[in-house]
């Protein structure tokens, strides 16, 4: 553990609490501590409750650690919070495809209509390295997959 939690986060003045411990929340995870990050991000869910952010935080975490069913019932939160995030709508396919491969294909399915709806290099909102042309083609590659899979389960 790196020792800090989110009671002694260095705070800017008029920094926002929610804002606080999400910035460390990533830094535990760009650290490559994601189990850490996954439970502050549980913890700040226990204040902030309606922040779609911190459920994505905790949403990737938990990917990152190998819990994929902790994973998309996170990133289903996020998605009933805010249906429009097509970060969330893409990891949720991604949790989805070995469990529940048509879920999974209607998220990436929306998160691929969401990014094909803005500008190519617009920054994805909750994955700011991303664009909405990157994460689309990122989709793409998966949707196709997850055809080529349901494909041949058909057959």
Known sequence: MLGRTSFDTPKAVGDDP???????IRLLFDRGNPREAGRLAAHAIETHPLSAELHFLRGVSEMASGETDAAAAALRRVVYLDSNLAAAQFFLGVCLKHSDPKAALRALE???SSCLSR?????????????????AQRAWREIGQLQRHLGSEAG
């Open 18 to 24: 929610a804002e606080a411990v999400t910035r460390q």
């Open 110 to 112: 929306n998160a691929l």
């Open 119 to 135: 500008p190519p290099r617009e920054r994805v909102a909750l994955m700011c390295e991303a664009t909405a042309e990157h994460l």
